[in-house]
């Protein structure tokens, strides 16, 4: 970590680029860390340099793709949450439409969700051939929850017995309700009952664990 600049904007590109090494290789040696670092830049360059105005992706929720647009990509996918940011093409509304029109027979009615199938995932491939993957900093369920760099164990220990609900949660600590669900959902917190409308309850103390171990990370 004494080669890595944390300061550095390319900072989260380097994280991914030095996760990659590290899957492939058991130990990483200076010259390893200093070739991730330079392809985290080069990464970090390609995606910041003239970007598009506006974006059309491609994103996973359980088996089905989500085919919308949307020209601030870090806040769309901070709310969306998606398991999977799959793909994306440069386009506004006309070529959601037009995207949405060419895979009609696996949408799932008016929803902008459709169904895999080969003509799709062909098209995505496609996609990320001619204008390479998504950012790797862009937010993603797994990333919020189990960010893949950088990551510190969360020691759920409550100093408190106060019992929240996901709304109440999000409210204190000041996130998206969505964040919270994430949490649930990859069991970085537990119920600990339910409030007398039959929603569940979480320590709060737990959730503020979660994000302040969340803050911590890149």
Not at 46 to 68: D, F, M, N, Q, W
Not at 114 to 139: C, K, Q, S, Y
Not at 144 to 165: I, K
Request: net charge negative; proline share 6%; glycine share 6%.
């Amino acid at each position: 970590m004494d080669l890595v600049d944390q300061g550095d904007p390319a900072f989260a590109h380097i994280a991914v680029a030095l996760q990659r090494r590290r899957d492939r290789e058991p130990t990483l040696t200076e010259e390893a860390i200093k070739a991730a670092i330079e392809a985290g830049r080069a990464e970090w360059a390609r995606v910041t340099t003239a970007p598009p105005e506006s974006i059309v992706y491609y994103v996973r929720r359980a088996h089905l793709i989500k085919i919308g647009t949307t020209i601030q990509p870090h806040a769309r996918f901070s709310s969306l949450l998606p398991d999977e940011i799959v793909a994306w093409e440069p386009g506004d509304r006309r070529v959601e439409t037009e995207r949405h029109q060419q895979f009609r027979t696996a949408r799932l009615g008016q929803t902008e969700y459709f169904t895999r199938n080969p003509d799709l995932d062909e098209h995505m491939d496609a996609l990320r051939v001619e204008h390479g993957a998504p950012d790797p900093t862009w937010p993603t369920l797994d990333s919020v929850t189990n960010p893949p760099f950088g990551h510190r164990e969360v020691n759920l220990v409550a100093q408190s017995s106060e019992a929240v609900t996901v709304a109440e949660g999000a409210e204190r600590l000041g996130v998206v309700r969505a964040t919270i669900y994430g949490w649930v959902h990859r069991k970085r917190i537990k119920a600990v009952g339910a409030d007398e409308k039959g929603r569940a309850l979480y320590l709060l103390d737990h959730m503020r664990c979660v994000a302040e171990a969340r803050s911590l990370t890149p």
